[in-house]
């Protein structure tokens, strides 16, 4: 048994990014951990806020997951976050729940959300001070890690693809709690658009469908 924990900047984020993948660990038996980084700041209408709340309870039914913790940052406004603090908050959550496996959004996604908890995430993967941590992958985020235009950005090369071919419709269905963050294609975060991108990232791997990852480190 692994124990996995998946950093999210904000909900939805793993469930594009690895909710394929979620549910293949969970199958195997491996627990899983959702660290959730920011919540709605109070600018929005308390209707919607408690929505998101249930949303996330409703998420977390559905996958299964064995920890959920949320740190409660105010979303987009993490660049103006002493990253010690952040860093702070992630470190407590990895003692406390000790992963082997670590999946991350990628650094040169276009919010600067992610590149924050990028780099407050990679802080607490360093093994003489988190020796528990094995492994460490970048997932991409439809509309964040392909949206990047800048020239001198890393972009997101792939090098490890998980098939989710018998996971795919059950994403979709997770995807579907959010109800605010789907729409009809074009729209990046559509069914038509999630589904694409997993037959694209199969048909790099010889499966039907997949999810694709940066593997960044890993410990044998």
């Not at 998980?162 to 559509?190: A, G, T």
Request: charged share 30%; with cysteine; aromatic share 12%.
């Amino acid at each position: 048994m692994k124990k996995v924990i998946i950093v999210t900047p904000h909900p939805d984020d793993e469930t594009l990014g690895c909710g394929g993948t979620i549910l293949r660990h969970k199958k195997e038996g491996d627990q899983v951990c959702w660290l959730i980084v920011t919540k709605m700041g109070d600018e929005f209408e308390i209707s919607r806020r408690m929505k998101r709340k249930e949303e996330i309870e409703r998420v977390k039914e559905m996958f299964g997951f064995d920890e959920v913790f949320q740190l409660n940052f105010d979303a987009g406004s993490l660049d103006r976050i002493p990253l010690g603090n952040i860093i702070n908050e992630i470190s407590q959550s990895f003692n406390r729940f000790h992963p082997n496996i670590v999946y991350l959004p990628y650094r040169s996604d276009i919010h600067s959300d992610h590149k924050v908890v990028f780099d407050a995430t990679v802080a607490c993967t360093k093994w003489f001070r988190y020796p528990f941590v094995n492994k460490v992958l970048a997932y991409e985020t439809l509309s964040e890690t392909d949206f990047t235009i800048n020239p001198d950005s890393n972009h997101f090369h792939p090098n490890v693809f998980v098939d989710i071919s018998s996971h795919l419709e059950k994403k979709i269905e997770i995807m579907k709690v959010y109800e605010s963050e789907l729409s009809e294609y074009p729209f990046p975060r559509s069914v038509k658009a999630i589904k694409s991108l997993a037959y694209l990232r199969g048909a790099a791997a010889g499966y039907e469908a997949a999810e694709a990852f940066m593997l960044l480190k890993e410990r044998l």
